[in-house]
């Protein structure tokens, strides 16, 4: 098992080290910032002139658009992932690409120029895939920074405008990846990073991932992504019914167990809470359960909590504070 030293977290030599863990992360807001910047006019420009019949979404984050439009959007909404188009649609709907020159991509931009659809595309000015898109029914969102999340973020904005979204207050949105930027920052120590407490707690833990909203856990599959690669370690996002076989299965604390000798198999869980303020009825139930389970099975459980703002600066505030914890584990496991 890897060594987990929380010495590495205060470093500075190991920090500037891993610069290029953290400076990414830390440059989000700046992205989102640049990339609504510069998609301001393609954004004014966007008017409603009849409701679509459907939306379908290519690209990276399109399932990020669909769990932010799914609890609201009044029209069907698919994330396709296959070459072309579905074969019903056309003039009617609405086609969002979402960066990168893919054959998915290209072959969708490509097919809704042919059928007439109305096209939102968030691509490079003079890319493949914006030449592939020209068309007089289509929107390009200029991008620059080729950071998908952020190109998601201000196409939901354009979705907005089309009467097919929630509002997206661009600004704010970078403000608060900001702020989780601050606090996370290398420069604040362990007793008030609440990233770097993140990773203290999972140090030796096999992460379990919950979230209980649409955007939570979608957050929750983002983050067990990145703690994965991260540690190298087996680390599951599921659902509460999923995830609490696995907690009751773990047993009691041996008090005269020797922690020096525990091995990658005989890591305990270590749950991992989501909250985004936006739990139904149903959420509740299941957040307390898994809190009560792991409270008996002596599972340590951290949160990732924020709950202010709209939809999508709750889901990419959350996201951050899991990415940057996971980067933390990574520089103090000695893997970055």
């Given at each position: 098992?890897?060594?987990?030293?929380?010495?590495?977290?205060?470093?500075?030599?190991?920090?500037?080290?891993?610069?290029?863990?953290?400076?990414?992360?830390?440059?989000?807001?700046?992205?989102?910032?640049?990339?609504?910047?510069?998609?301001?006019?393609?954004?004014?420009?966007?008017?409603?002139?009849?409701?679509?019949?459907?939306?379908?979404?290519?690209?990276?984050?399109?399932?990020?658009?669909?769990?932010?439009?799914?609890?609201?959007?009044?029209?069907?909404?698919?994330a396709w992932p296959r070459l072309g188009l579905p074969g019903w649609v056309g003039p009617?709907?609405?086609?969002?690409?979402?960066?990168?020159?893919?054959?998915?991509?290209?072959?969708?931009?490509?097919?809704?120029?042919?059928?007439g659809c109305r096209l939102l595309v968030a691509a490079e000015e003079g890319s493949l895939?914006?030449?592939?898109?020209?068309?007089?029914?289509?929107?390009?969102?200029?991008?620059?920074?080729?950071?998908?999340?952020?190109?998601?973020?201000?196409?939901?904005?354009?979705?907005?405008?089309?009467?097919?979204?929630?509002?997206?207050?661009?600004?704010?949105?970078?403000?608060?990846?900001?702020?989780?930027?601050?606090?996370?920052?290398?420069?604040?120590?362990?007793?008030?990073?609440?990233?770097?407490?993140?990773?203290?707690?999972?140090?030796?833990?096999?992460?379990?991932?919950?979230?209980?909203?649409?955007?939570?856990?979608?957050?929750?599959?983002?983050?067990?992504?990145?703690?994965?690669?991260?540690?190298?370690?087996?680390?599951?996002?599921?659902?509460?019914?999923?995830?609490?076989?696995?907690?009751?299965?773990?047993?009691?604390?041996?008090?005269?167990?020797?922690?020096?000798?525990?091995?990658?198999?005989?890591?305990?869980?270590?749950?991992?809470?989501?909250?985004?303020?936006?739990?139904?009825?149903?959420?509740?139930?299941?957040?307390?359960?898994?809190?009560?389970?792991?409270?008996?099975?002596?599972?340590?459980?951290?949160?990732?909590?924020?709950?202010?703002?709209?939809?999508?600066?709750?889901?990419?505030?959350?996201?951050?504070?899991?990415?940057?914890?996971?980067?933390?584990?990574?520089?103090?496991?000695?893997?970055?």
């Amino acid at each position: 098992m890897d060594d987990f030293e929380d010495a590495r977290l205060e470093d500075p030599d190991v920090l500037s080290a891993a610069d290029h863990l953290l400076r990414p992360l830390a440059e989000t807001g700046a992205r989102v910032r640049r990339e609504s910047m510069m998609a301001e006019g393609p954004l004014a420009a966007i008017a409603v002139e009849e409701r679509a019949r459907a939306i379908i979404t290519f690209g990276p984050e399109a399932r990020l658009l669909r769990a932010v439009l799914e609890p609201t959007c009044p029209v069907p909404l698919v994330a396709w992932p296959r070459l072309g188009l579905p074969g019903w649609v056309g003039p009617l709907d609405v086609v969002v690409v979402l960066g990168g020159g893919d054959k998915a991509s290209l072959a969708g931009a490509f097919e809704a120029v042919r059928r007439g659809c109305r096209l939102l595309v968030a691509a490079e000015e003079g890319s493949l895939l914006a030449r592939e898109a020209g068309s007089s029914a289509t929107t390009l969102l200029p991008t620059a920074t080729g950071d998908p999340l952020a190109a998601a973020i201000v196409a939901l904005a354009g979705l907005h405008k089309l009467g097919l979204g929630p509002a997206i207050d661009l600004r704010q949105v970078a403000d608060a990846m900001d702020q989780v930027a601050a606090e996370s920052s290398a420069l604040v120590d362990i007793a008030q990073n609440p990233a770097k407490a993140v990773a203290l707690e999972l140090a030796a833990a096999a992460p379990l991932v919950w979230g209980g909203s649409i955007l939570a856990a979608r957050a929750s599959r983002r983050i067990a992504e990145a703690l994965r690669a991260a540690t190298g370690r087996v680390v599951l996002s599921a659902d509460a019914g999923a995830l609490e076989p696995l907690v009751a299965g773990v047993r009691p604390r041996d008090p005269f167990a020797d922690p020096f000798e525990e091995s990658v198999t005989s890591l305990r869980p270590g749950l991992v809470m989501i909250d985004d303020g936006r739990d139904d009825e149903q959420a509740v139930e299941e957040r307390q359960r898994l809190r009560a389970l792991a409270f008996t099975q002596e599972v340590m459980v951290s949160n990732l909590v924020h709950t202010e703002g709209d939809p999508v600066e709750r889901y990419v505030t959350v996201l951050l504070k899991g990415l940057f914890a996971a980067a933390y584990l990574q520089i103090g496991l000695g893997r970055a």
